[in-house]
């Protein structure tokens, strides 16, 4: 059975170029069949069970559903990572955070990542600062299976707890920390209407969205989270919604962070929030 006819019929949907990566994510995703391999065989072809799972993937992606979704998999910091419905699917924004992170380098001896879903930035961090002790959390204890399994699957120490940012459970949140990373709900409701249907339809909407009325009802969570366990010179990281850059600088000052500053995506657009406890 030839894939041909398989990158023709999600050319019909998708731009020519779009569908030809999709087609190839798909094929080393699922079988391990990398774009090398396929190149020089154009009439590739693959046994039965291949056409039957290439077959649903195909119409998956067609149905709307993200590639990711589709392949369980999101690659993150050069990392493989599982995901699935109980998760967002890491965005290039959060892994440009990460990254900025690593590169101002540092040695954290302890690291909290907030609402950690898949787990890519806590597990990402856990890679670059190999002797740092790392907690992780989230409210979802379908999003922390899936965060132990890719800690497992990358070979890092991570501890995962059930946690609330809004509760501030002393139980979780406890002793003090040199680096505080999060990417909470930013996603105002009058926003989804500019939303693609992808995000939508498959994500977590937990994960998303927060009331117009209270944009910054987590990032007041979390700078009290700092105020109380940042150690001095400790170091917050937090991703935020573009719109929302100066009002959140605001925040930072009226909470008494005066070193706080605001950090532009490689878009160009406010993206990040870092501040250092003076």
Not at 4 to 15: I, V
Not at 24 to 35: A, K, Q, T, W, Y
Not at 218 to 232: C, G
């Amino acid at each position: 059975m030839v894939v041909r006819h398989f990158n023709e019929e999600l050319s019909a949907s998708f731009p020519a170029r779009e569908a030809e990566q999709m087609m190839e994510i798909l094929l080393e995703d699922l079988f391990g069949i990398d774009r090398k391999a396929r190149l020089m065989q154009p009439d590739m072809r693959i046994d039965e069970w291949q056409h039957h799972q290439l077959e649903e993937a195909v119409k998956a992606l067609l149905q709307g559903e993200p590639i990711q979704y589709v392949t369980g998999k999101a690659v993150f910091c050069d990392l493989c990572f599982k995901v699935d419905s109980s998760v967002l699917i890491p965005r290039p924004e959060t892994e440009e955070m990460v990254r900025m992170i690593i590169a101002e380098g540092g040695d954290p001896r302890r690291i909290w990542d907030i609402g950690t879903g898949s787990g890519c930035i806590a597990i990402s961090l856990a890679k670059a600062f190999g002797d740092a002790e790392v907690m992780a959390c989230d409210v979802s204890l379908e999003a922390l299976e899936t965060a132990r399994e890719n800690a497992l699957m990358n070979d890092t120490t991570v501890t995962f707890v059930e946690g609330d940012v809004l509760a501030l459970d002393p139980d979780v949140f406890e002793g003090m920390v040199d680096l505080l990373v999060s990417n909470p709900p930013y996603v105002m409701d009058k926003e989804r209407e500019a939303m693609q249907t992808q995000v939508l339809d498959y994500e977590p909407h937990e994960a998303l969205f927060v009331p117009d009325n209270d944009p910054l009802l987590y990032y007041r969570a979390l700078l009290q989270l700092a105020n109380d366990h940042l150690a001095s010179q400790g170091v917050a990281w937090f991703e935020i919604n573009e719109a929302m850059g100066d009002s959140m600088l605001n925040l930072c000052h009226e909470m008494g962070f005066l070193d706080a500053r605001i950090i532009d995506d490689y878009a160009g657009k406010p993206r990040f929030c870092r501040i250092v406890m003076r």
